[in-house]
């Protein structure tokens, strides 16, 4: 649940219309969760597998795909909006946010253009625009929160995409008055499911790359000592059975963080008794860990490379697939 006592914040990822018209208000009711997210894999999920959506598309036919596909988005996006606001007002997070079009992910001024027309098109202040922290993301990042647009920075795996992120987020919140956040999205179960097959060959703990980094990141966006820019710790749920369903939620519960998660995670996370944070870790504990993958031939750098590479062409082909069925 959220925690607003250490400043620990809960958001849902997942969108589906018949939801957020139902279930999704009793969580809020509930301080459950106080706030939600949505990347392109999960609308084309939700799109091509729930019903809910036939009726709108009937209204959008001769439009083409993209159309059809932000029309149903900005629905959905407001009506999460629209039910998290209250939050928002009462400074207590309240956020949703949408991607931009995966395909733009290096492209700066295109994503500014798109996350400026989606921003306009929900006509909710609670929303953040999700920007990928590539090397075209920063600048857009920048742009955007000056503009007065709340900004989620996604896809971000290493220490130095977390930095850029800050210094990008600092720079937009220093052109604006009006109210303004940035979340920085660290990825956190991929590094497991990549590494852990061959961390066990060497005889090295599994289940816990994904941990550190993101432990390692937090503390880093912690030293900026910048109040509106904080961790979200994204890519929660677990796959398969050798971890618990709670278990990445257990480990990076930390203050001034937020933690997305799939519902099933959330719902596990529910029965478990409360716990104190778990960040910060120590420096030289982290350190050592990642020394010795280093010694054990496991090249981050590289790691992290791929893991951006793979990410953003999931949300590509995620986006491409929900276009063809939309045509």
Not at 196 to 203: K, R, S, V
Not at 204 to 231: F, H, Q
Not at 254 to 262: C, E, G, K, L, R
Request: overall charge negative; glycine content about 6%.
């Amino acid at each position: 649940m959220v925690n607003r006592e250490i400043g620990f914040s809960l958001w849902l990822d997942f969108v589906e219309r018949d939801y957020l018209k139902n279930e999704f208000g009793k969580l809020i009711e509930k301080s459950i969760i106080n706030g939600a997210t949505s990347n392109p894999a999960i609308f084309a999920s939700a799109i091509t597998t729930s019903p809910a959506y036939k009726a709108q598309l009937e209204t959008l036919e001769g439009k083409s795909p993209k159309e059809k596909y932000e029309a149903l988005a900005v629905e959905d996006i407001r009506t999460a909006a629209q039910a998290l606001r209250p939050l928002y007002d009462a400074n207590n997070d309240g956020y949703i946010s949408i991607e931009v079009d995966p395909f733009l992910s290096n492209d700066t001024q295109g994503t500014i253009e798109e996350g400026k027309r989606l921003f306009e098109m929900i006509g909710e202040p609670n929303v953040m625009v999700k920007v990928p922290a590539t090397n075209a993301g920063y600048d857009a990042m920048t742009a955007l929160l000056a503009d007065g647009i709340s900004v989620n920075a996604t896809l971000v795996f290493s220490p130095t995409q977390a930095q850029r992120c800050v210094k990008a987020m600092q720079r937009g919140m220093e052109q604006t008055d009006k109210k303004v956040d940035g979340v920085i999205s660290i990825f956190v179960s991929r590094f497991d499911r990549m590494l852990d097959a061959d961390l066990a060959q060497h005889g090295i703990e599994t289940g816990l790359t994904g941990v550190y980094n993101a432990a390692k990141i937090y503390n880093l966006i912690e030293k900026s000592e910048e109040s509106r820019i904080r961790t979200l710790f994204a890519s929660t749920g677990v796959k398969g059975d050798d971890l618990p369903p709670y278990y990445y939620m257990r480990e990076l519960l930390a203050a001034h963080s937020v933690n997305t998660a799939p519902l099933a995670t959330i719902e596990s996370w529910l029965k478990v008794k409360e716990t104190p944070p778990k960040l910060p870790l120590d420096e030289a504990v982290i350190n050592g860990y990642f020394t010795k993958l280093a010694d054990n031939g496991f090249d981050m750098e590289a790691v992290y490379a791929t893991l951006l590479k793979e990410g953003l062409e999931a949300f590509e082909k995620a986006f491409e697939e929900m276009l063809s069925g939309l045509k």
